[in-house]
């Protein structure tokens, strides 16, 4: 009798993993359209229902959908955690159609991140077809639909969820060339206005208080606040100056990014922002926002790449890669609350949120049978050793 391998059940379903990713692909879900975002999460649901044999509890907050699986009734031991909003508009299929081509998946939000739900539900369908449903037994499965605009609406869900299990495996993209996140930056995000006073810039250009003039000053601090060596990036992204082009500006907006490997760091850059003041004592500058997610160090993902690695060794792929990247995720939220967490389990690809956008086919089924070997490991043991 052929020992049972999970790579090759996954191969045996591949074609059926494509066909899932191209349909999720095609139902748009940018974040903050909600017919849309019901439409995906819909999508999901179905996909779920018929890979784990139970429909997911959708949870609504916000009017945003997020879908919640729970399996089995016991005590919870792993959450697989992803979403399925993208930063792409509506009409986007139209420049970047779902398709595959040369072995190439590309697609609006393929990479980031859809092909990495349909992998984690196909790799728990795995496990259930392999070793039953009580081999899932504690798993906890939470598809969210706000990861890309800052998780408002989730992050509490996401943070209840995660203080009852004991391992969070995140299905985001993989770093290149397959690579595991084993840390992230935290992430800061801020809107800066100045204030002045507006006057005609025709006629008595003097009365006014130049609110672009004092921005421009405010935006050499900023980005003064990063440190290289310390892994500190300050960012100013974005902004308007004034309303017409005859009239002396009286207000200015800002935006800033801001991501830091600690949290010494963006507290650090924080204190500066909040204390920023104005070299015209007639202008006034007021700050927003704040820290958005905490940094997720590799600490937190220590021991599970180690059985992530293992996990790969048993199906002979090649040896798994760990790297610390600038992006966030979900997962700095449960890092944070001391619960062991590795990310980047998902595809394999590249191009994040640009028209590159794309997915390496052959990799999808070594990424689903690496995690159901994982998951199917972490689970059948009595206690996780961390």
């Given amino acids: 009798m052929t020992e049972f391998s999970y790579l090759d059940a996954a191969r045996d379903v591949s074609v059926d993993m494509i066909e899932a990713s191209l349909g999720l692909v095609e139902r748009e879900s940018p974040s903050g359209d909600h017919l849309a975002l019901e439409s995906s999460a819909a999508y999901v649901a179905e996909l779920g229902q018929r890979l784990l044999g139970q429909p997911p509890e959708i949870v609504r907050t916000g009017n945003v959908p997020h879908l919640l699986w729970k399996i089995g009734s016991g005590d919870r031991r792993a959450l697989l955690l992803g979403h399925h ?22 697609g609006p939000g393929c990479f980031d991140m859809k092909v990495g739900i349909v992998q984690g539900l196909f790799a728990c369908s795995l496990i259930i077809e392999h070793e039953g449903l009580d081999a899932l037994d504690g798993v906890t499965i939470l598809i969210t639909g ?13 943070e209840s969820e995660a203080t009852q299990v004991e391992a969070v495996l995140v299905l985001e993209a993989a770093a290149p060339g397959g690579a595991l996140k084993i840390a992230r930056k935290g992430v800061s995000l801020y809107e800066i206005e100045v204030r002045g006073r507006a006057a005609h ?11 672009g003039l004092e921005m421009a000053t405010q935006i050499q601090r900023i980005a003064g606040l990063g440190d290289l060596n310390a892994g500190t990036s300050v960012v100013p992204t974005s902004g308007t100056i004034g309303t017409t082009t005859n009239t002396v500006p009286a207000s200015a907006l800002l935006t800033v990014d801001v991501r830091a490997e600690t949290s010494e760091e963006q507290n650090r850059v924080d204190l500066k922002i909040r204390g920023l003041t104005t070299l015209n004592p007639e202008a006034s500058v007021h700050v927003s926002g704040g820290p958005n997610r905490p940094p997720m160090g590799s600490d937190m993902s220590s021991v599970l790449f180690d059985h992530a690695r293992r996990a790969a060794r048993v199906l002979g792929l090649p040896e798994l890669e760990g790297v610390a990247v600038g992006g966030a995720s979900d997962g700095n939220f449960t890092s944070a609350l001391g619960i062991p967490t590795l990310d980047g389990l998902g595809a394999v690809g590249g191009g994040a949120h640009s028209v590159d956008e794309h997915v390496v086919v052959a990799s999808i089924p070594e990424q689903t049978a690496r995690l159901a070997q994982l998951l199917s490991g972490l689970i059948s043991t009595r206690s996780m050793p961390y």
């Fill in 201 to 211: 810039a025709g006629l008595e250009p003097e009365l006014g208080i130049n609110a």
């Fill in 146 to 158: 706000d990861e890309e605009t800052g998780s408002q609406t989730s992050r509490s869900l996401i």
């Fill in 85 to 106: 909003d993208t930063v792409w508009p509506i009409g986007s299929l139209t420049e970047l159609p779902a398709l595959v081509v040369d072995g190439i998946m590309r």
